[in-house]
């Protein structure tokens, strides 16, 4: 039982450079999300999924895009890397039953140069 | 909407001495709160979390936190602060049940002084 794999651990993009993170859970979890943590902000919520073929926006959703065609997975992609990017980037998934014993990946530094 | 205020971005602690981290809320409807803790490179590891019902709450650790509605508040505290507790701590919200969303705090840096 692995929980919540997120890949790749680093990585560095250059301005204008696409990327997809990758999310995976084993869990069966319905919801699942992704946040960036940046110094002095705590996490911000980028994009939510309750459940496959249904996402919805957070706090800061421009330059990202989701999708969710599985329960397991939910892919994050940058289209267009900017430095203001640059974070760390993490996925959280619950159960809609458990109350929230929400589960992190144990997330991606991101940064664009 | 939701947030969050956590009180002093930094604390300092003795070994052996009190925690205390405050964490106010703003929430239109009752809220479900919730610690987490982040060691250096890691994700976040639920510490504890209010629902409903009884209004100290206890989590892994020794740590607990007190929902004051009053105060709109839900400082966590541990009696006996060890080297292991340093870590950065956040505070978080939602608004109840059919809200799957969490607004975190900016987060405190605990270290703890031998």
């Known amino acids: 039982n692995a929980g919540v794999t997120q890949t790749p651990k680093f990585q560095v993009l250059k301005t204008g450079q696409s990327m997809t993170l990758q999310c995976a859970q084993d869990m069966n979890h319905e919801y699942m999300s992704w946040y960036r943590q940046d110094p002095g902000m705590g996490l911000r919520l980028i994009h939510y999924?309750?459940?496959?073929?249904?996402?919805d926006q957070g706090e800061v959703p421009n330059g990202y895009n989701v999708s969710r065609s599985t329960t397991e997975d939910f892919p994050l992609r940058l289209l267009s890397a900017a430095p203001s990017q640059t974070s760390v980037y993490f996925c959280?998934?619950?159960?809609?039953?458990?109350?929230?014993?929400?589960?992190f990946g144990s997330g991606t530094r991101l940064t664009v140069v | 909407a939701q947030s969050v205020t956590q009180l002093g971005s930094h604390v300092s602690v003795s070994e052996g001495a009190l925690v205390l981290l405050r964490c106010n809320y703003s929430?239109?409807?009752?809220?479900?709160l919730f610690w987490y803790v982040q060691y250096p490179n890691q994700g976040l590891q639920l510490l504890l979390k209010?629902?409903?019902?009884?209004?100290l709450v206890k989590g892994i650790n020794g740590f607990e936190a007190e929902f004051k509605k009053s105060e709109t508040s839900f400082h966590l505290t541990k009696p006996s602060a060890h080297m292991s507790d340093a870590a950065e701590y956040f505070c978080a919200v939602s608004e109840g049940s059919n809200d799957y969303k969490l607004s975190f705090g900016a987060g405190t840096t605990v270290t703890v002084r031998a």
């Open positions: 959280a998934t619950g159960g809609t039953g458990d109350f929230y014993g929400y589960t």
């Open positions: 929430s239109s409807v009752p809220p479900y």
């Open positions: 999924s309750v459940g496959a073929g249904i996402t």
């Open positions: 209010y629902t409903t019902g009884a209004t």
